[in-house]
C-alpha cells in the first residue's frame, strides 16, 4: 500500500508540473479534438488568438475560426491519421477580431488504446512580427540595391558629362570671341553644368 501511495504521490506531482509548464508556457498550447473543437488551451494560446482568456478559446473551431484555410487542417488531420508522429508548418491564422496571423504550428496525434487518431496536441508560435520585420528588411536591401544601380549609373553620367565639358571647354578657346559659334560652345557648357547638377541631386 505505501508503494503504491508514493507512485500516486509521484504521479499527482509529476501532472501537476506538466500543468504548470503548460499554462506558463511562452508558446500557444492547446488540444484540439478530431471534429476540430479546442478544447483546452494555455495562456498564450489565448493572448496569441486575441482571447481575454483560455475559457474563452475553448470550444472554438479550429478548422474554421482558427486556419485561415478551412482545409488545412482538414490535410493535416489526413496526414496525422496516416501515422506521423509530429508535424510542423509554418501557416496562417486567424485571431478573433479577423486580424491575420503569421504561426509555426507543430501538431503531435493523440490516440486511444487501438491506435486510432482521437485529438491533437497543438504548439504555435507567433511569427507574424518576424515575418513583417523580414519583408522591411527585403524592402530596404532592394532599395539599397537601387540605390547602388542609381550611384553606379550617376558616377558613369558625370563622367560623360566631364568630357563633353572639357571638349566644350576647349571648343569656347579656340573659337573667337565675335565668332557666331561661341553660343553654341557656351550653350552646351551650361547644358552640361545643369546636368551634373541634376545628376548631382
Request: charged content about 25%; hydrophobic content about 40%.
Amino acid at each position: 500500500i505505501t508503494d503504491q501511495r508514493n507512485a500516486e504521490q509521484k504521479l499527482r506531482l509529476s501532472e501537476a508540473r506538466f500543468r504548470d509548464i503548460y499554462r506558463q508556457s511562452a508558446y500557444g498550447m492547446c488540444f484540439v479534438g478530431v471534429n476540430g473543437v479546442i478544447y483546452d488551451a494555455n495562456n498564450a494560446m489565448a493572448e496569441l488568438l486575441g482571447c481575454d482568456s483560455p475559457a474563452h478559446v475553448i470550444g472554438l473551431n479550429a478548422a474554421t475560426k482558427v486556419y485561415r484555410d478551412p482545409e488545412e487542417y482538414g490535410r493535416l488531420l489526413a496526414r496525422l491519421q496516416d501515422g506521423r508522429a509530429t508535424l510542423f508548418a509554418e501557416t496562417d491564422w486567424l485571431r478573433v477580431d479577423g486580424k491575420a496571423l503569421s504561426v509555426r504550428v507543430s501538431a503531435r496525434p493523440e490516440r486511444n488504446a487501438s491506435g486510432k487518431l482521437v485529438a491533437l496536441e497543438m504548439t504555435a508560435e507567433n511569427l507574424t512580427d518576424r515575418r513583417a520585420l523580414e519583408h522591411q528588411l527585403h524592402e530596404s536591401q532592394k532599395l539599397e540595391a537601387i540605390g547602388r544601380l542609381a550611384g553606379g549609373i550617376a558616377h558613369d553620367f558625370n563622367n560623360l558629362l566631364t568630357v563633353i565639358s572639357g571638349y566644350a571647354a576647349l571648343l569656347q578657346e579656340r573659337l573667337e570671341a565675335d565668332d557666331g559659334s561661341l553660343r553654341y560652345a557656351d550653350g552646351i557648357v551650361r547644358a552640361s553644368e545643369r546636368a551634373a547638377a541634376l545628376t548631382q541631386q
